[in-house]
């Protein structure tokens, strides 16, 4: 089984099944790693049917995920999406990596993290940033490999994954807002592959 991460999907269906066949995915073989955002954008509730076809996905929880879970349930709209919206992770972390979608407080243990600190915070793209501005090496402890969503890597520059250390920014501008790209990556080769988005 070959395992794939994708960035903030912000509702771009057909951007995420058009890179999903160009990276070659085997819906009932491979695994998908989604950080979160589903939500702010075109086709939300098509980009989780599509997803919900696949057999081994890990759904990370992203801000706007949970501020449209947070809504549905305090208005009563248990839209058919609101269960997989309940069924998503805070985080994820196997084989030495870690996946969120923001991302964690390295000064605090994971048990005390809170959702700020998996869904909203931008602390390690920024010191990650500012260490390789400095031309330091720039590596989280405790995990090989650190995967997050939430800031866009056109902040720096980038439209493509940005590595800096042992963190893996996945956030490649598929928000409308930005108009980027939505990106995968195969964990193990770090192999990826984009496609642009309106």
């Known amino acids: 089984m070959r395992s794939f991460v994708i960035g903030d999907i912000h509702g771009q269906d057909e951007a995420l099944v058009s890179v999903l066949s160009?990276?070659?995915?085997?819906?009932?073989?491979?695994?998908?790693?989604v950080l979160g955002d589903i939500y702010d954008?075109?086709?939300?509730?098509?980009?989780?049917?599509?997803?919900?076809?696949?057999?081994?996905?890990?759904?990370?929880?992203?801000?706007?995920d949970h501020a449209v879970m947070d809504m549905q349930i305090r208005e009563g709209q248990y839209a058919p999406e609101t269960m997989f919206l309940k069924s998503m992770r805070s985080f994820f972390t196997e084989d030495g990596r870690?996946?969120?979608h923001g991302g964690f407080d390295p000064y605090k243990p994971l048990t005390?993290?809170?959702?700020y600190d998996l869904e909203g915070s931008r602390k390690l793209p920024s010191?990650?940033?500012?260490?390789h501005m400095r031309g330091d090496d720039?590596?989280?402890?405790?995990?090989r490999e650190v995967y997050v969503g939430h800031t866009p890597t056109q902040i720096y520059g980038f439209t493509t994954p940005l590595n800096l250390g042992n963190l893996w920014m996945m956030d490649t501008g598929a928000a409308p807002r930005l108009g980027g790209y939505l990106s995968v990556m195969d964990i193990d080769t770090k192999e990826f592959w984009q496609v642009k988005c309106c």
């Open 138 to 143: 720039f590596m989280i402890d405790g995990f």
């Open 127 to 131: 010191e990650a940033w500012k260490a």
């Open 112 to 115: 005390e993290q809170d959702e």
């Open 22 to 33: 160009k990276c070659g995915f085997v819906y009932e073989e491979d695994r998908l790693i």
């Open 41 to 64: 954008g075109l086709k939300p509730e098509a980009c989780i049917e599509h997803l919900k076809t696949i057999r081994h996905l890990v759904s990370i929880m992203g801000n706007h």
């Open 98 to 100: 870690f996946f969120a």
